[in-house]
């Protein structure tokens, strides 16, 4: 069956999502991929987002292998161009019109308003992720390491996630 | 320090125009592959080291500002961020050189480890590391939660806005953009221009 016009119409929906950053398309993402069109299970959209943390460039990669599960290699290079086209022209459209409107008062209220919202919108991913991501005292014990980690020293973030494959690999390693 | 007096006066004339004489279209897209070929961890730091301080292709104002602007509209601020820098340097094509840069080499990646992971995704080993892998990336998304906060909250209201946010996706449902909309206007509407704010010296 034909998964492109899904595909397409599903990442370029998420796209518009992700303000503050991809996390933010989280929720409904999973809505969107897991629940709806099944092209991936709930513990693998979060092994390939959390994957996709140590992989170099936008943190969102892992959208290519949801569409190549779905779509092979068109399916992939469909997602690619439906999650960053729609935005990379708005951002276009607004790198030239933004500049103007640096006397309009409003500008810095868009700003200051939406601050609070991507924060929030960054959490409640962060939360629905959680659900499926921290099943037991061990795993909320190497999500708060990194947090605490994260807050307290300047170390390269993809250095701890692979760090956490490691303690996962001793930790949950059936014996 | 007898001379500090004159710096002030210097400030009116640091315009936008602060790009070199000539960036090729091909140069653009390099320096962009290269960041999103060695940007592990998070892309800002990379785009600052090599736009700013290696190419000084944006001075450091306009990168803060560029970064705020990636920050409130959709999109991920690499990519927001291949887009306003390659405009200002090539046009179009410059942000399209960017953007394709910036992309390249984390697709082919994710496209290999996808194929990689659905082999063998299921063996024990590798689901033990991805349960450490998700875990982390929990703790990297708060982490960025926190620091945001610090950073870009202008108000202690804004904790309200940030609550009724995650209350509305995660307790009741709603979906993403409906909230985003909704509270956003309410946000944007608590940030109103204030007739204080406007008072800009004027010389």
């Known amino acids: ?175 | 320090m007898s001379d500090a007096g004159a710096k002030p006066a210097l400030q009116t004339t640091a315009g936008a125009t602060t790009a070199p004489a000539e960036v090729s279209i091909f140069q653009i897209f390099l320096e962009f592959l290269i960041i999103g070929a060695t940007s592990f961890g998070g892309v800002v730091p990379y785009l600052r080291g090599s736009l700013v301080t290696k190419r000084h292709w944006v001075d450091d104002k306009e990168f803060v500002e560029m970064l705020s602007i990636s920050q409130s509209l959709p999109g991920l601020n690499a990519t927001n961020m291949a887009v306003l820098v390659g405009e200002k340097l090539g046009g179009a094509m410059g942000a399209f050189a960017g953007v394709i840069g910036m992309c390249l080499p984390g697709a082919v990646l994710m496209f290999v480890v996808g194929i990689f992971y659905r082999i063998h995704g299921d063996h024990v080993w590798i689901t033990a590391a991805l349960k450490g892998v998700a875990a982390a990336a929990v703790g990297l998304i708060l982490s960025t939660v926190v620091s945001l906060s610090k950073k870009s909250l202008s108000a202690k209201f804004d904790f309200v806005f940030i609550a009724l946010t995650v209350v509305a996706v995660n307790r009741f449902h709603i979906s993403v953009p409906k909230t985003l909309i909704a509270v956003g206007i309410l946000a944007i509407l608590f940030h109103h221009p204030r007739k204080e704010q406007k008072t800009v010296a004027t010389p």
């Not at chain 1, 370029?12 to 992700?18: F, N, R």
């Not at chain 1, 897991?34 to 996709?52: A, R």
């Not at chain 1, 936008?58 to 092979?72: D, F, K, L, R």
């Open chain 1, 1 to 175: 069956m034909n998964q492109i016009p899904a595909l397409i119409r599903v990442f370029s929906y998420l796209s518009l999502l992700t303000v503050g950053g991809g996390m933010a398309a989280f929720p409904e993402m999973k809505i969107l991929t897991v629940d709806v069109h099944q092209w991936l299970d709930f513990k693998q959209l979060i092994h390939l987002y959390s994957v996709g943390q140590m992989a170099p460039g936008p943190n969102m990669m892992m959208i290519v292998s949801i569409g190549q599960w779905a779509g092979g290699t068109l399916g992939a290079l469909a997602v690619l161009i439906a999650f960053f086209g729609p935005t990379a022209i708005l951002a276009f459209l607004v790198a030239k019109g933004w500049r103007k409107l640096e006397k309009w008062p409003w500008r810095t209220s868009i700003q200051q308003g939406l601050a609070p919202v991507s924060i929030g919108l960054l959490l409640a991913g962060c939360f629905s992720m959680a659900k499926g991501a921290i099943t037991g005292v061990e795993t909320a014990g190497i999500a708060v390491a990194v947090l605490l980690i994260l807050l307290q020293y300047k170390i390269n973030p993809a250095l701890l996630v692979v760090a956490g494959a490691v303690i996962g690999l001793f930790t949950f390693m059936p014996k």
